[in-house]
């Protein structure tokens, strides 16, 4: 068993800035670990993800140059900064645990975080 705890979200001004933690405890053993958002209505989507071993990361073109992904290994927390934020990443925010990741493919478990609210007003 593994659980997640997101923070970090709130609201922001477009353009502003936000940082999201996750922090983990439970099963001991994991690959990577990523982040997911949900907007009203649609579908959850990849945000980003990141190798806990290498550090090797990967984005979703949506966020590319605008979101960060790191982790503090001994701190059991993933991270996610995210800089010039627009109205359309308006989501909650959700941490997942990696079942796979091989190359730039992020396969998630079925371990999830409650969420965190990020609200971006125009």
């Known amino acids: 068993q593994v659980q997640l705890v997101e923070s970090g979200g709130g609201l922001v001004q477009a353009g502003g800035s936000l940082r999201l933690s996750c922090a983990a405890s439970g099963r001991t053993f994991r690959l990577a670990m990523g982040w997911f958002r949900q907007a009203p209505g649609k579908e959850r989507e990849f945000v980003a993800a990141i190798s806990l071993s290498s550090g090797v990361t990967n984005y979703a073109d949506s966020v590319k140059g605008r979101f960060t992904i790191s982790r503090d290994n001994a701190k059991n927390t993933v991270y996610l900064q995210m800089n010039s934020l627009k109205p359309e990443d308006t989501a909650v925010y959700y941490c997942?645990?990696?079942?796979?990741?091989?190359?730039?493919?992020?396969?998630?478990?079925?371990?999830w975080g409650q969420g965190t609210q990020v609200t971006v007003s125009s």
């Open positions: 997942n645990v990696a079942n796979r990741y091989l190359g730039s493919s992020y396969y998630p478990s079925d371990y």
